[in-house]
């Protein structure tokens, strides 16, 4: 199983971005779908999730900000992300997992699968 995640880069406070994420080798489809991130000497924080009821999940730090997505049939998730601040700045990690319950949606140790992270750096 992989998840590979693209779309971080260097933006501007104030500006957007898009991460991608595709999984292969399994199908997620009656799973979650997710992004946590991690700045560098803190934990890994989550920020958005889709069910598998398709309900998306936010943090309060990126609720209004950033938008979840995700495509069954491609086995993908997104999240866009508007307004960027530098505190937004992070490894991005896309995750997934078929098993997930509910109350564990926003806990990384619940997670089976992550992908590598991709970078985000908002300059202020």
């Known amino acids: 199983v992989q998840l590979q995640a693209c779309g971080g880069g260097l933006v501007q406070a104030g500006g957007y971005l898009r991460l991608s994420c595709v999984a292969s080798?399994?199908?997620?489809?009656?799973?979650?779908m997710g992004w946590f991130r991690q700045a560098p000497g803190k934990e890994r924080q989550f920020v958005a999730v889709?069910?598998?009821?398709?309900?998306?999940y936010y943090s309060d730090s990126v609720k209004g900000r950033f938008t979840i997505s995700r495509d069954k049939a491609k086995n993908t998730v997104s999240l866009q992300m508007n307004s960027l601040k530098p505190e937004d700045t992070a490894v991005y990690y896309c995750?997934?997992?078929?098993?997930?319950?509910?109350?564990?949606?926003?806990?990384?140790?619940?997670?089976?699968?992550w992908g590598q992270g991709t970078l985000v750096t908002v300059s202020s």
């Open positions: 995750t997934a997992d078929e098993r997930i319950i509910l109350s564990s949606l926003r806990t990384p140790a619940a997670y089976d699968y």
């Open positions: 889709v069910s598998r009821s398709g309900h998306a």
């Open positions: 080798g399994r199908s997620f489809n009656n799973g979650a």
